[in-house]
């Protein structure tokens, strides 16, 4: 199939999802009706200014809609989550969704920033089925680091996608995926306070970070962890600590008792 009539059943697949008809969408983009036709058809190459005015219409970033075939994507699970950023949800394959959730591992992070508008970097991605998630969009992401412990460097975090700053719980766990990381943290909304996110680390040798809500592109609430390493006996979990640390508080103060009674 050309590129030409790629696009244009591509403005087609998205017109239509939308309601709209052709005239509509040929009034919208000042065009005769018939030249808009001629376009959809793929008879004639959409011009690079009318194909911004149909990215705006549509909000989806211009890569997207002329490198991909959007016949594959389930259009009805397709989220805007920002000005021309679009959420790929799983691909149709053999006329059946797919039923298991894309992971994004550590060295697939700095990609998956960019490749939000690239249906076949998300279809690309590994997948594994938690027919326990229940409704909701899910996706799977690899942590690094020791600032959300007990949870492991690289453990699996998989998340519910979170539409609304307003649908936030305060002091929950997301992942927050920024316009330079993707982090894993506490959350506190503050955004009617100082405009910001605080972001918040169980390992408090870590800082809390604000970051404000326009640099945010998506949030995932945590919904279950994924583990590849074994607990060992060297292993401790922070209410281990916590709680060997509180009895050796009381012990010393045990001591201290004794010498006072002496």
Not at 170 to 180: F, G, P, Q, R, V
Request: hydrophobic share 40%.
């Amino acid at each position: 199939m050309s590129i030409y009539k790629i696009i244009g059943q591509n403005v087609r697949l998205l017109r239509q999802q939308k309601g709209l008809s052709q005239e509509q969408i040929a009034d919208l983009l000042n065009l005769p009706s018939n030249t808009y036709a001629y376009y959809e058809r793929g008879d004639r190459d959409f011009p690079m200014e009318t194909l911004v005015k149909v990215s705006a219409i549509f909000s989806i970033a211009l890569d997207a809609l002329i490198k991909y075939d959007l016949s594959k994507i389930d259009l009805k699970g397709l989220m805007q989550v920002g000005s021309n950023r679009l959420l790929f949800p799983i691909l149709i394959k053999e006329n059946s969704k797919v039923e298991s959730i894309e992971i994004v591992p550590i060295k697939a992070s700095a990609g998956y920033r960019k490749g939000y508008a690239d249906p076949q970097f998300i279809e690309a991605l590994p997948k594994i089925s938690l027919p326990f998630l229940g409704v909701g969009t899910h996706r799977g992401f690899q942590i690094g680091g020791d600032s959300m412990l007990p949870i492991q460097s690289e453990s699996y975090i998989v998340g519910k996608y979170i539409e609304s700053f307003e649908d936030i719980k305060n002091n929950k766990s997301y992942i927050i995926l920024t316009d330079e990381d993707i982090l894993y943290k506490q959350v506190k909304n503050k955004i009617n306070e100082d405009g910001t996110l605080h972001l918040i680390s169980n390992n408090k040798y870590y800082p809390t970070i604000q970051i404000e809500p326009q640099r945010v592109l998506e949030i995932w609430q945590f919904t279950c962890f994924i583990s590849t390493k074994d607990i060992d006996e060297y292993s401790m979990g922070l209410e281990d600590i916590f709680i060997s640390l509180n009895g050796i508080s009381r012990g010393i103060e045990e001591i201290k008792d004794r010498i006072l009674i002496k």
